[in-house]
């Protein structure tokens, strides 16, 4: 079965550092990966996808990369904030109708 | 404000008793969802619908049920055959296509009194 793994482990940084989240899949190649953002007591918000066929994909200060031979996903924000601290998912297209989501990664970047 | 819209923010349930949860989307997406997210896991699928008056069971449907009456609204009841109701309800909603990026609710949280 369809698996997606992310670091349980909060990362704690300082403010100006750049933050590196993983996330592993299993199994099945997915057609692309999502992350996401969510905050204590919200819901998720989509924040960037990136497809098989790229190898990277950027927004502001975040950054995503795909290595479907390593069967990655790493995520980066930049020049991070405190306001940046919150828990990040990724998720992987599993069948055609769902999404399959990591338990994802608590961010604490300190001021 | 285009957006998805959950209710209540906090619910108790008694022991034996149903209750609903409020979901209401005006994006004009055809697809919502229902998540639950207990603390330290990722988010369970609990039924899916991807038009009106039909839907499908997730990963863990047991003890749940659902209705898609109109586009906007997709209800869930927790029946009382959920015996580990306590957790964190999430409505989503998404177009049909490929790609289905998730647009999220701000969550329920069900706790059994």
């Known amino acids: 079965s369809q698996k997606i793994e992310q670091n349980s482990e909060a990362l704690n940084i300082q403010e100006g550092k750049t933050a590196t989240l993983t996330c592993n899949y299993t199994n099945y190649s997915p057609a692309y990966l999502q992350w996401y953002r969510q905050d204590p007591g919200r819901g998720p918000v989509f924040l960037l996808l990136?497809?098989?066929?790229?190898k990277e994909k950027r927004k502001e200060r975040l950054k995503v990369t795909f290595d479907t031979t390593l069967k990655q996903s790493l995520f980066h924000i930049t020049a991070s904030q405190p306001a940046d601290s919150a828990t990040y998912l990724c998720a992987q297209r599993g069948s055609s109708y769902k999404l399959i989501f990591g338990s994802g990664t608590r961010l604490l970047v300190r001021p | 404000d285009g957006g998805i819209t959950q209710s209540p923010k906090y619910l108790f349930r008694k022991e034996g008793q149903n209750v609903t949860l409020s979901c209401e989307q005006n994006?004009?997406?055809?697809?919502m969802y229902w998540y639950r997210q207990d603390p330290g896991q990722g988010l369970r699928l609990i039924y899916y619908s991807q038009i009106v008056n039909d839907f499908q069971k997730g990963d863990i449907a047991e003890g749940y049920s659902v209705s898609r009456e109109k586009k906007e609204s997709f209800p869930l009841t927790v029946t009382s055959a959920q015996k580990n109701p306590t957790a964190f309800y999430l409505c989503?909603?998404?177009?049909?296509?490929?790609?289905?990026?998730?647009?999220f609710g701000s969550g329920t949280q069900l706790s059994v009194l």
């Open positions: 989503a909603s998404s177009p049909w296509d490929r790609e289905k990026k998730l647009f």
């Open positions: 990136i497809r098989e066929n790229e």
């Open positions: 994006l004009n997406h055809d697809a």
